[in-house]
């Protein structure tokens, strides 16, 4: 590994070469999630998907060569359209859930715990296995879900939610 020799001993780096990719993607999704936000609050959730889409295409010329698509078999084209498909799938539910109303400080995070149906579904069916503090860190996953997603409702006891057919909000007896 990279380090840094400091009196004649060499500090080896804890972090691996990984991590830096994944750092950068959580500072640029952090990023997407407050655009999209914003794009919902001003166009559709299907005209944000489409933006989205070409978003990705404006990338292409920048990683196409190193792509090798010539030499993919039909299972590896199966599963990256359908990877795509269910990406863009859970994009636009996203997206609906924003231009709903959903807080972006809520459904983001929230949605960001798809993982843990990657971890249930790679012990399914990758036989992979996790260790019990890894299993802590699941329920820890669901538990903050749970605690982001709890709204306090903005109407006060004793008063009803739901519109009269005159448009003024109802008591409760």
Not at 116 to 121: E, H, I, P, Q, S
Request: glycine share 10%.
């Amino acid at each position: 590994g990279t380090g840094v020799h400091l009196h004649s001993v060499q500090v080896r780096n804890i972090v691996p070469d990984w991590m830096h990719f994944s750092l950068l993607a959580i500072v640029l999704w952090g990023i997407v999630g407050l655009l999209q936000k914003l794009g919902t609050n001003r166009i559709s959730a299907t005209s944000l998907l489409v933006w989205l889409t070409v978003g990705f295409v404006v990338l292409l010329p920048l990683f196409m060569h190193d792509a090798s698509l010539l030499d993919l078999s039909a299972r590896g084209i199966f599963v990256g359209i359908l990877g795509g498909i269910l990406n863009g799938l859970g994009s636009w539910f996203l997206f609906a859930s924003l231009e709903k109303g959903a807080k972006a400080s809520v459904a983001v995070p929230l949605t960001a715990l798809y993982p843990l149906v990657t971890v249930v579904l790679a012990t399914v069916f990758l036989a992979e296995m996790l260790t019990g503090l890894q299993w802590i860190g699941v329920l820890l996953a669901l538990l903050s879900g749970a605690m982001l997603s709890y709204e306090v409702s903005d109407t006060p006891p004793g008063e009803d939610s739901r519109v009269t057919a005159d448009g003024s909000k109802g008591r409760h007896p």
